[in-house]
Nanobody, 121 residues
Framework: QVQVVESGGGLMQPGGSLRLSCAAS????????MGWYRQAPGKQRELVAR???????YVVDSVKGRFTMSRDNAKNTVYLQMNSLKPEDTAVYYC???????????????WGQGTQVTVSS
């Protein structure tokens, strides 16, 4: 059993900041890549950022310079620091983790339940 749990969403005014957290727990052998997607109402889910097991991160152009992703391997946790928030950042943010469990030789992608981020004045 593996769980991926996000936290840190909420309501923020334009220009403000939020930090999302995502923690993986359970029967974990190894965590590979982790990342964040978001889905706005009426739109497809889109990649926001991802980070490798070695800490190399990537963010999409629409959030570059505003969002940064980091990772704490000791805590099996990743963070998404979101600064200079815009109304168009409003979405449900989903975390994923590519995990090999203690009973599997290959990794599978596990998803969190999502956390709402609303940017509005």
């Amino acid at each position: 059993q593996v769980q991926v749990v996000e936290s840190g969403g909420g309501l923020m005014q334009p220009g403000g900041s939020l930090r999302l957290s995502c923690a993986a727990s359970g029967s974990i052998f190894k965590i590979y890549g982790m990342g964040w997607y978001r889905q706005a109402p009426g739109k497809q889910r889109e990649l926001v950022a991802r980070i490798s097991s070695g800490g190399i991160s990537y963010v999409v152009d629409s959030v570059k310079g505003r969002f940064t992703m980091s990772r704490d391997n000791a805590k099996n946790t990743v963070y998404l620091q979101m600064n200079s928030l815009k109304p168009e950042d409003t979405a449900v943010y989903y975390c994923y983790a590519d995990i090999a469990t203690i009973t599997s030789t290959t990794s599978s992608r596990y998803w969190g339940q999502g956390t709402q981020v609303t940017v509005s004045s």
